[in-house]
C-alpha cells in the first residue's frame, strides 16, 4: 500500500533525470512535473493536474541503496494539496536482500483541516537456492482523515525456474480497519499465490 496509495495514480508530465559520482559513490536524480490533464481523464486514483517533484538516490558500493523523494501535488477537483517525503532502502548481498519503503504525508484540505498519512514495509528474502527463496514482509498504513490503519505480516516463497519467470505463494495475517477498493481486512488470514513472467 505505501508504495501506491500516498501517489497519484497516473502523471502525465515531464522528467528529467540523470546520475553522477561522488567521492567515489554513484547518486541518481530526477526531477518532474505536470501542469495539464492526464491522457486517461476517466481513470486515476487521487487525479492531479499539478504536480512537482524528484528524487534522489545514492549507491553505496557495499551493497546499499538509499532514496529520498520529495513531492507536491494538488488534488483534482477537491483541491487537497499534499506534500510527500519518504525514504528507500535495498541492501543485497549474494544470499539475501532487505528492502524497504516508507512515506509521510502532510495533507491540506480546502476546508482548512489538515491530516496525515504515513505507512512503510519491510522486507527480506533469503536465497534457499539459486531458485528457491524465502521471503518475509510487514506492512503498515495509516491512511489520512481518520481512513483507518492496516498491519499486514507476510511469509511466502518465490520459485524461479528461470529469470524472467517466478511462481509465488504466501500466508498473509491481518488486521486493522482500512477500507481501499478491494481490501477486505475482514478476511484477517488468507493464502495467496501468483505466476508473473517478465519481458
Known amino acids: 500500500l505505501v508504495s501506491t496509495v500516498p501517489f497519484p495514480e497516473y502523471t502525465t508530465g515531464v522528467q528529467f533525470f540523470g546520475d553522477f559520482g561522488l567521492m567515489d559513490e554513484d547518486l541518481e536524480y530526477s526531477v518532474f512535473l505536470q501542469n495539464n490533464e492526464s491522457i486517461n481523464e476517466m481513470t486515476g486514483f487521487r487525479k492531479t493536474h499539478l504536480i512537482y517533484g524528484g528524487k534522489i538516490k545514492w549507491f553505496g558500493r557495499s551493497g546499499l541503496e538509499i532514496g529520498i523523494p520529495l513531492l507536491y501535488y494538488t488534488e483534482y477537483r477537491t483541491d487537497n494539496r499534499i506534500y510527500l517525503t519518504g525514504l528507500d532502502i535495498l541492501y543485497k548481498k549474494k544470499w539475501f536482500e532487505i528492502m524497504g519503503e516508507a512515506t509521510y504525508s502532510h495533507v491540506d484540505t480546502m476546508a482548512g483541516s489538515d491530516s496525515r498519512e504515513y505507512g512503510y514495509y519491510l522486507q527480506g528474502v533469503y536465497a534457499l537456492t539459486e531458485r528457491l527463496f524465502l521471503i518475509g514482509r510487514h506492512e503498515y498504513m ?51 499465490a501468483s505466476f508473473s513472467i517478465l519481458f
Open 142 to 192: 495509516n491512511s489520512r482523515t481518520d481512513g483507518g490503519e492496516l498491519r499486514v505480516i507476510t511469509f511466502g516463497s518465490a520459485y524461479k525456474p528461470v529469470p524472467q519467470v517466478v511462481f509465488k505463494i504466501e500466508y498473509q495475517i491481518r488486521s486493522g480497519d482500512l477500507r481501499f477498493d478491494d481490501i477486505d481486512v475482514n478476511n484477517s488470514e488468507q493464502f495467496l
